[in-house]
């Protein structure tokens, strides 16, 4: 369903809001501003499933698996709508849709796209 909320998402040690402004949001990292001239009309938050970077030698590096499906919570004009992500193969389209398997929608303008691994 529709509820009226501020995006939050924890990713690795960082914390990600989203203050509305209007139909926009602006981004915070960490409690501080972003940048100021950046908004977005959409944020999008995607449970993923991470796993190590083999391809690095930093132990901090995930690779976070986009195909397949998963949890999603799509924010825009100040209301959040969850369903699921859907990603057949990595050289295909991903789909959002509601929990009757129809498509979430997002408002025309900039995307914030959020991976949440776990």
Do not use: C
Request: glycine share 10%.
């Amino acid at each position: 369903g529709s509820k009226q909320v501020t995006p939050r998402v924890r990713i690795g040690s960082d914390e990600f809001t989203f203050e509305r402004d209007g139909t926009r949001y602006t981004p915070r990292w960490n409690g501080k501003s972003y940048d100021q001239t950046v908004r977005a009309d959409n944020v999008v938050i995607l449970d993923v499933r991470n796993r190590k970077d083999t391809d690095t030698t930093s132990e901090l590096s995930v690779v976070s698996e986009t195909v397949g499906q998963g949890k999603v919570t799509v924010h825009r004009n100040g209301s959040a709508r969850s369903g699921t992500w859907k990603r057949p193969k990595l050289a295909g389209p991903m789909r959002l849709v509601d929990d009757d398997g129809r498509d979430l929608p997002l408002a025309p303008g900039r995307t914030w796209i959020l991976l949440r691994g776990a």
